[in-house]
């Protein structure tokens, strides 16, 4: 319990310590992909891992039924007097269908009304203090251990929701491949998404100097994260760990040698979690913003809102 689960960036100052105790802040991650490939087990992993033991609450049996529409299970994490809000969405599996034209829809139209809902509390003349903040902060997409290349729709899918959101491409039940496999497999599936010109999170572009580039690139060289997700415990060297069972023994996922599960979820809770924010706040949600503004032909009180303090 000794590391902090909020990354210094986001610590508060002394001064504003007790404003933030009491208001917290919210981070809110999407999961989606196609059916079956562990989308719903890997929620449950997210919150039975270390970053909510200490947290109490969350049922220990939990019979995961398929996913059959967008549903988001909240928790509140609290350290040193610091709150946070971790909201993961889970949608059901697309791809099942004779045609998959527009599936992405019932995605982005989630995330959008969450766009529209937080400009709506902006532009309210009665503001209140500290808007809810239910924007998607970054969208895990689910990856097919195939070995073999990505889908079309995997493409056409991460293309549409790269524009709205901060894609993170994720391999799924990565138990299922070699060590050799799983390499081979990231690097095919990097090169692929760079052909295809899909922008993923952390982007390119907002690196801020050398030295969030450098940190960033090294990030970029092991994406997609492989993981592996359990909802089940197992007894290893006398502790209890989440893990897999396989023919080989158990896969225990939090261990960084036997997958990247724990690399993933550092990333996003720890590491990442402040520039998650302010991709969305100022990348995506602009973009939504200045959207609507036009649409609204300019005379819209939206363009008078400069002063909202943002909760970020
Ligand atoms: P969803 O449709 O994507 O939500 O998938 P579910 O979470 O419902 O899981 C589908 C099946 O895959 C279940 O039988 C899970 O136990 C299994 N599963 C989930 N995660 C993993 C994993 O990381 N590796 C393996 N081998 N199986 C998994
Ligand atoms: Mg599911």
């Known amino acids: 319990m ?42 449950n992993t997210l919150f039975k ?9 969350w049922g220990s049996e939990h019979k995961i039924p398929k996913t059959v529409e967008i549903k988001a299970v909240s928790h ?5 007097g610091v709150k946070m809000k971790l909201t993961v969405i889970d949608t059901p599996g697309f791809g099942d269908q004779i045609n998959n034209e527009n599936c992405w829809d019932p995605i982005s139209k989630y995330i959008n009304e969450q766009y529209e809902k937080f400009l709506k509390e902006e532009v309210n003349i009665a503001r209140k203090k500290r808007i809810p903040d239910t924007r998607v902060h970054c969208c895990l997409y689910f990856i097919s251990p195939t070995g073999h ?7 056409e899918f991460m293309k549409h929701l790269s524009r709205v959101v901060n894609i993170i491409p994720v391999i ?37 100097d050398m030295e969030d580039k450098n940190e960033n690139d090294k990030i970029r060289e092991t ?19 989440l893990g897999r069972k396989t023919a080989w023994g158990v896969v225990e996922v939090e261990n960084p040698n036997h997958c990247e599960f724990a690399l993933l979820r550092d990333f996003l809770i720890r590491s ?41």
């Open 2 to 43: 000794s590391e902090s689960i909020v990354p210094p960036e986001v610590r508060p100052k002394p001064q504003m310590r007790k404003k933030t105790m009491k208001a917290g802040f919210d981070f809110n991650i999407m999961i989606v992909g196609h059916s079956g490939l562990g989308k719903s087990t890997l929620v």
């Open 49 to 57: 891992s270390q970053v909510s033991r200490w947290s109490s609450g």
């Open 76 to 80: 509140v994490i609290e350290e040193g």
């Open 149 to 155: 290349s990505l889908r079309q729709l995997d493409i």
């Open 172 to 208: 799924a039940k990565s138990d299922t491949m070699t060590l050799d496999e799983k390499n081979e497999f990231k690097h095919r599936v990097r090169k692929e998404l760079e052909t295809h010109g899909i922008e993923y999170y952390p982007q390119n572009e907002f690196d801020d």
């Open 223 to 241: 994406m997609p994260f492989a993981v592996v997700g359990s909802d089940k415990e197992f007894q290893v060297n006398g502790k209890r760990v």
């Open 272 to 312: 990442h979690l402040q520039d998650l924010k302010e991709v969305t706040h100022n990348i995506h949600y602009e973009t939504y913003r200045a959207r609507r503004l036009n649409d609204n032909g300019g005379l819209h009180p939206i363009s008078a809102n400069n002063t909202q303090e943002s909760n970020l």
